[in-house]
């Protein structure tokens, strides 16, 4: 029988800072060429593919076991409010098929513009005890945040190698502002950073099978 049969499995756990994700997601569906938005399928198999390009494996060996989703979440009057229920109802559904797990936390509504708050820690916090206890290979997040730095110092002390996918670019869309860059202290600590956009606008991304699977057509 062939050897490779017996190697063992190259384990990946995905967590999505929310936000992050569907903000970089709006940019290349309103900036970008592609004119198009991410899938969570998609990305699944691009970050499987990073992943056995990185560690020298094939594909087939190198899977994700755990996926997880957090983000802050307005009430339900306020959802109301800015018609926003049926595509909250839509993302969870791309989640649910996706086999994402979700993790919503209440939107800070007593402030203007309100803003997301905790959900840094609850995600750190997860990865981390899901790290312990679960002893997968490879974390990877998608997240630019230096709040994160932490987290990926301690996930490292246990001999868990770290995965950033992050984004640098700038755009306006209807009036509104969008900056999104990748800490450079996250990057400096990370065993595997990636910055996606410039990924995808790379030449050998031409045609790439994996590249033009990340996004809905």
């Known amino acids: ?74 009430s339900l009057t306020s959802a109301q409010q800015k018609q926003a229920l049926e595509a909250d109802r839509f993302v969870d559904q791309l989640l649910m098929y996706a086999g994402i ?9 007593s402030v203007t513009p309100p803003e997301e708050k905790g959900i840094d820690v609850w995600l750190s916090l997860e990865a981390y005890d899901l790290a312990v206890h679960k002893r997968f290979d490879v974390l990877a997040l998608c997240s630019g945040d230096q709040d994160f ?17 992050g984004m640098e670019a700038d755009w306006e869309h209807n009036g509104k502002k969008h900056n999104m860059h990748t800490s450079q202290a996250l990057i400096d600590e990370a065993s595997y950073p990636i910055i996606l956009n410039t990924e995808i606008d790379s030449k050998t991304a031409k045609g790439d099978r994996i590249i033009d699977g990340l996004f809905r057509k």
């Open 149 to 165: 730095v932490p987290l990926v110092r301690k996930v490292n002390g246990i001999g868990t190698r770290v995965m950033i996918i």
């Open 101 to 109: 797990v979700t993790h919503y936390y209440p939107m800070n509504e």
């Open 1 to 74: 029988m062939p050897a490779d049969i017996y190697q063992p499995l190259t384990r990946i756990a995905l967590f999505y800072d929310g936000t992050y994700f569907m903000n970089a997601s709006q940019y290349f569906s309103k900036q970008h060429a592609r004119k198009a938005f991410m899938t969570f399928t998609g990305f699944h198999e691009y970050v499987r593919h990073k992943v056995a390009e990185r560690e020298r494996r094939d594909v087939a060996f190198c899977q994700i076991v755990e996926a997880h989703f957090f983000r802050g979440r307005f």
